[in-house]
């Protein structure tokens, strides 16, 4: 009898960012992004210009090895990819007359490559990658006029790749803003030094251009389909108590207001408390409230990890995707202090399923590890029995969540082929079905290489999830 719950068309994939894995940062026209001057992600504050120690410079240098690479996720049977484009590559100081034409012409050798082997492309529009003259220049997300360049941008590549991409994320995981300043604003600031009040109102203007970039492309094809993008990060009260149950939800409804308006259109309640508490004002015109009812077709999401809440102070606390929180004594952590929890992927499609009713796209998830390449004479691999099980467990999660009635539309794993990472900017952290051959100081021949794993999900999707080991 057929287990499998995965329905037919299922879009099964991974997924990657440019800046973590195009390289050729000075290539092609591109222009400087906010990620070119932190060589140590979130680490240390940004550098004034880019210096040789900043990995992602060269990337996995996709750039120049994108049809091997494509070939490779063909041969895993990928039926989507999600990979953004450089916004610094299109427009290379955010603030240009013209596109870069190299730029717009580099994925359109990208999307030769998908429509070769029939993968469906899902596009991110901004991943973490802001032209750095709109964080210098501008102050970032700060200030409104980002809004009018963004949607610039955004109508650009619609009508570029209009007919050849239906699937489009406006903003990585938007909600990381309210952590992460720089990175999710490109407001060169660390979150101690940003008021509440200049935080949301850079919030709103993402939230503004997000709509406008929506309501464009509502224009531009009918058969476009727009998603917002957040983290999901589910809260666990560290105790049974009514005050840690409440701080868990509290957090949870401020990472929820970033998809709340996405989805309906405007504020929710609980902000205004927040406002009032804060005594921020926001400038929001009437066009801006029309504006932000152009909601969205889906709703995607990263998933790694959940946490605990409290309002113990003194709560140990543990590492973590982005937005950290409370160690939670329940659950095992990764090499990287993640915590494992698969379980937790259940629970956030069920709350946001519940909560915003729209169907659902895991565009991130995956483990982090160090891999550890071995000669098996005449090729080379990784034994990464800990990723196949970290990835079986979480979609036997998938599964049981599309069996709570929940539209799913597919899962992109993060990282599918190698690439530096976000939060530590190094390469030792590991997530892909293919090694490829670099390391720390940037060594390696770059070379790629197929890894347990990556036979493992070839299996998975060639059986629509029926080779999934189930408890
Ligand atoms: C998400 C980002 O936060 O997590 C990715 O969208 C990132 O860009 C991924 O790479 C994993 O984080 P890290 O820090 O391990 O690369």
Not at 39 to 51: D, F, H, I, K
Not at 436 to 465: H, M, P
Request: charge should be negative; charged fraction near 25%.
């Amino acid at each position: 009898m057929k287990k499998s719950a995965f329905p037919e068309g299922f879009l099964w994939g991974g997924a990657t960012a440019a800046n973590q894995l195009e390289g050729a940062f000075d290539e092609g026209g591109k222009g400087l992004s906010i990620q070119d001057v932190m060589p140590n992600g979130l680490m240390t504050p940004p550098t004034e210009a880019p210096t040789s120690d900043n990995l992602k410079l060269k990337g996995i240098d996709h750039y120049h090895r994108y049809q091997e690479d494509i070939a490779l996720l063909a041969d895993m049977g990928f039926k989507v990819y999600r990979f953004s484009i450089a916004w610094s590559r299109i427009f290379p100081n955010g603030d240009n007359e013209e596109p870069n034409e190299e730029g717009l012409a580099f994925y359109d050798r990208i999307l030769d490559e998908l429509e070769k082997y029939g993968i469906e492309p899902l596009v991110t529009l901004s991943h973490y990658e802001t032209p750095l003259n709109l964080a210098r220049s501008y102050g970032g997300w700060s200030n409104r006029k980002l809004i009018d360049f963004y949607v610039k941008y955004a109508t650009t590549v619609f009508n570029r790749y209009k007919g050849r991409v239906k699937y489009w994320l406006t903003f990585n995981e938007v909600n990381s803003i309210l952590h992460q300043p720089f990175m999710g604003g490109a407001i060169e600031k660390t979150r101690e030094e940003i008021t509440e009040q200049e935080l949301y109102q850079a919030i709103h203007h993402i939230m503004v251009a997000s709509a406008r970039a929506t309501a464009v492309a509502r224009t531009i094809s009918q058969d476009f389909s727009i998603g917002c993008m957040v983290i999901s990060v589910p809260r666990y009260p560290l105790r049974p108590r009514p005050e840690d149950a409440f701080k868990a939800l509290r957090e949870t409804q401020l990472d929820a207001l970033f998809g709340d308006i996405h989805v309906n259109g405007e504020y929710p309640n609980t902000l205004l408390r927040v406002f009032k508490e804060h005594e921020i004002e926001l400038d929001i015109s009437e066009q801006d409230l029309v504006d932000l009812r152009n909601t969205v077709d889906f709703v995607s999401f990263s998933y790694y990890m959940s946490v605990a809440e409290t309002t113990d102070p003194s709560a140990e606390r543990g590492g973590g995707n982005i937005m950290g929180g409370v160690k939670n004594p329940e659950v095992e952590v990764s090499d990287w202090g993640w915590a494992i929890d698969p379980v937790g992927l259940r629970y956030a499609l069920n709350t946001m399923y519940d909560r915003w009713h729209k169907p659902l796209f895991i565009v991130e998830n995956g483990l982090g590890a160090v891999d550890q390449l071995v000669d098996e004479g005449t090729t080379k691999t990784v034994h990464d029995d800990y990723r196949i099980n970290y990835m079986n467990d979480h979609l036997v999660q998938v599964e049981e969540a599309l069996k709570d009635g929940i539209p799913i539309m597919g899962y992109t794993s993060w990282g599918c082929i190698d690439l530096i990472s976000a939060s530590t900017a190094e390469m030792k952290k590991r997530y892909g079905f293919i090694y490829v051959d670099l390391d720390n100081n940037g060594e390696g021949t770059l070379d790629r290489y197929r890894k347990d794993s990556f036979y493992w999900y070839k299996e998975v999707i060639a059986t629509n999830g029926e080779s999934l080991k189930r408890g």
